[in-house]
């Protein structure tokens, strides 16, 4: 992989910062055999705590990859607060953003079974209270950065005002369709880059053309219709185990001009898949920051979250840049 250690190398000169809107969760992780069925008790490892969420995640991998990287977010005036405020800190992330609630500062449950498979039921508290007037407060951070990410572990009102302020700054605006749910049309009509998995693909585009490119590799339904119906001509869907495909249109959405890079999985041991995700959001938008295409950048993304995928938890299995290219010339992590 000395494609991806070259542009790891390339980060340390990266000429814009990254700026995440969205959530803090403390992650209170529990080892399980096998994942509970419904009605089912069963028994577990022990309780271990760990800083999470998936935008502080995001803004912790970017930092830890050596980018600048700015938090506009919330936590409460509770131990995981100060847990979760210092291991931004301990990242290299900015924090001067952190806003602190009233509210307890949001958690997340989650059960890891045998197989590295995980189930999530998050808790709000404090991110609850990140809303636009919060956001708007912050704009500088935005306008200031290169690239600016979002998901949808806030409410709506605050993603689509970081995501105007953004684009009307023309700042890269990255977009994970994360938890899955019915967005405003104005919000994804913001969107430079669209990341998603199959089933939050299906949701903008329906299950049929969703279902085509992952099964048959032709993404010109997909990437006409997210064109067509909502100016998205750049997504990323990432497929698990079988890698990602980067999938460009022109600006009409022509079925004829969509174009399909295919980014392969990079092999690992998997511990636990908690988090992966968003180190190859966060990855993928550090790249774009220090210069990289897409494409490239999603090769970056991709050893990133498998060398995280390699550790327990979240931001606590994440790689600094040594770390990521030190794994992408010899394959081992460690």
């Known amino acids: 992989m000395a494609e991806v250690a070259a542009l790891v190398d390339g980060l340390s000169s990266a000429p814009g910062a ?5 959530s803090a969760n403390a992650d209170l992780t529990v080892r399980v055999a096998a994942l509970p069925k419904p009605g089912e008790t069963i028994a577990g490892g022990p309780l271990v705590v760990l800083p999470g969420g998936k935008s502080a995640n995001q803004a912790a991998t970017v930092a830890r990859l050596g980018v600048g990287a700015s938090f506009i977010g919330a936590v409460g005036d509770d131990p995981n607060g100060v847990m979760l405020r210092d291991a931004l800190v301990d990242a290299g992330v900015d924090v001067a953003h952190l806003s602190e609630s009233g509210e307890a500062t949001g958690t997340a449950m989650i059960l890891v079974d045998d197989d590295a498979e995980n189930c999530i039921v998050i808790s709000p508290g404090a991110n609850g209270t990140v809303d636009a007037d919060l956001v708007a407060g912050h704009a500088d951070a935005i306008r200031d950065a290169e690239v600016l990410g979002l998901c949808l572990e806030v409410g709506d009102d605050a993603v ?16 994970n369709l994360s938890p899955v749910r019915e967005v405003p049309e104005e919000l994804l009509e913001l969107v430079d880059v669209l990341i998603v998995n199959e089933h939050e ?8 053309a969703a279902a085509e490119g992952a099964e048959s590799g032709d993404w010109s339904d997909a990437a006409t219709a997210l064109a067509a119906k909502h100016g998205i001509r750049t997504a990323v869907v990432t497929l698990g185990g079988a890698g990602s495909v980067v999938v460009e249109s022109g600006e ?3 079925s004829d001009a969509v174009t399909a890079t295919r980014i392969d999985a990079v092999p690992v041991d998997v511990v636990d898949t908690t988090g992966c995700g968003d180190s190859y959001m966060g990855a993928l938008m550090a790249g774009l920051a220090s210069g990289a295409s897409v494409n490239d950048a999603a090769r970056l993304a991709a050893a990133v979250a498998a060398f995280a995928a390699g550790g327990e938890g979240a931001q606590a299995s994440y790689g600094t840049a040594d ?11 460690g």
């Open 18 to 22: 990254v700026a995440v809107v969205g």
């Open 160 to 175: 689509v005002e970081a995501a105007r302020i953004a684009h009307e700054a023309g700042v890269t605006v990255v977009f």
């Open 201 to 208: 693909l299906a949701a903008l585009v329906g299950d049929a």
């Open 252 to 254: 009409a959405g022509e």
């Open 323 to 333: 770390q990521v290219r030190r794994f992408a010339e010899n394959g081992r992590r």
